[in-house]
């Protein structure tokens, strides 16, 4: 049982080049969440997902892209990478609303140079 | 604004000392609270949740929640150096997500 699986696992991108974070969950969880954690600080919702086909935006969603095909995927989109992007990524699933905390995965740690 | 506070810290301990871990929230209609650990380096791991009033215990670690005082606060017995992380505190409102708390770092030393 593999859990939350991210890739990659470090990435360094360019100024304006994009980038697609993957993440796959192998639980059947309904609830994913995009988060980025910047050295020293908390964990800042990106988008989060109640199920396949919807998607919303958490507190800092400018920049970012998702889409949710499927239960188990939920891709994160970067668009013209800017330096302010620059910080550690973790997905995480949860079979239910706020009932049972939320698993992560190992993270995908990106700099844009 | 719905808020999870947390000191930051760093929070030093000695090795078999009681570690004392506080948070405080700020939604009273807050119904489920998380304790995650995170080494440096590493993603975040769900150590203890607590839904009641009161304590909840295991093994070396105990949740305490005081839904009155808004407060969640987490005991570690016996602390080992392995026990040195950064904790986060979370909770859920009764929405799609939880908020975390910028964690306190916890130090263990022998």
């Known amino acids: 049982n593999a859990g939350v699986t991210q890739t990659p696992k470090f990435r360094i991108l360019k100024i304006g080049q994009s980038m697609t974070l993957q993440c796959t969950q192998d639980?059947?969880?309904?609830?994913m969440y995009w988060y980025r954690q910047d050295p020293g600080m908390g964990l800042k919702l990106i988008y989060y997902?109640?199920?396949?086909?919807?998607?919303d935006k958490g507190e800092v969603p400018n920049g970012y892209n998702v889409s949710r095909s499927t239960t188990e995927d939920f891709p994160l989109r970067l668009e013209l990478a800017a330096p302010s992007q620059t910080s550690v990524y973790f997905c995480?699933?949860?079979?239910?609303?706020?009932?049972?905390?939320?698993?992560f995965g190992s993270g995908t740690r990106l700099t844009v140079v | 604004q719905k808020e999870v506070e947390q000191n930051s810290g760093p929070l030093s301990v000695p090795e078999g000392a009681i570690a004392s871990l506080n948070c405080t929230y700020s939604?009273?209609?807050?119904?489920?609270f998380f304790w995650y650990r995170q080494y440096s380096g590493k993603s975040p791991e769900l150590i203890m949740s607590?839904?009641?009033?009161g304590d909840k215990e295991d093994g070396r670690f105990t949740a305490q929640l005081n839904k009155a005082s808004q407060y969640v606060s987490l005991l570690i017995r016996d602390s080992q150096p392995s026990d040195s992380a950064t904790y986060l505190c979370?909770?859920?409102?009764?929405?799609?997500?939880?908020?975390f708390g910028t964690g306190t770092r916890l130090q263990v030393f022998p």
């Open positions: 995480a699933s949860s079979p239910a609303q706020g009932i049972y905390g939320y698993t």
């Open positions: 639980m059947n969880h309904n609830y």
């Open positions: 997902s109640v199920g396949a086909g919807i998607t």
């Open positions: 939604d009273r209609g807050s119904q489920s």
């Open positions: 607590i839904y009641s009033n």
């Open positions: 979370a909770v859920n409102d009764n929405t799609d997500k939880l908020i």
